[in-house]
């Protein structure tokens, strides 16, 4: 099943703009060159045009990855671009923020729409 298949969304329960952010600190996936696990926290940014994604399912979703190979930033923009696809806010930022591994940690930022000043350095 592809992966934004698992999101579920619900309408937004404001007409108010707002800034909804959601951390996930266990976000794991495997590293396509080595086979070894990779641990980041992902944190989720966004204000909603119209709807809001549902948490468990956003959990299913990031849980999806844990055994696929994939590059940090392959995944910070699949990230990006499957809940912009799917929710169409008025705007997005995903922050991946990557444990290290030989003395280099590694944060990806992927962003869609315009994205206040203030949250652009992630």
Not at 110 to 121: E, M, N
Request: hydrophobic share 35%.
């Amino acid at each position: 099943m592809p992966h934004c298949q698992l999101l579920e969304f619900f309408d937004s329960p404001t007409d108010q703009p707002c800034v909804i952010e959601h951390i996930n600190e266990e976000f794991t996936s495997v590293c396509p060159k080595t086979g070894h696990p990779d641990f980041g926290t992902i944190t989720l940014r966004y204000e909603p045009k119209a709807v809001c994604v549902e948490l468990k399912s956003l959990k299913l979703y990031y849980q999806s990855f844990r055994n696929e190979g994939s590059f940090y930033e392959a995944i910070t923009n699949r990230i990006c671009a499957d809940l912009a696809s799917s929710m169409s806010p008025v705007w997005l930022q995903v922050v991946s923020d990557w444990r290290g591994r030989g003395g280099i940690r590694s944060r990806i930022i992927a962003t869609t729409g315009c994205v206040p000043h203030a949250w652009l350095r992630g």
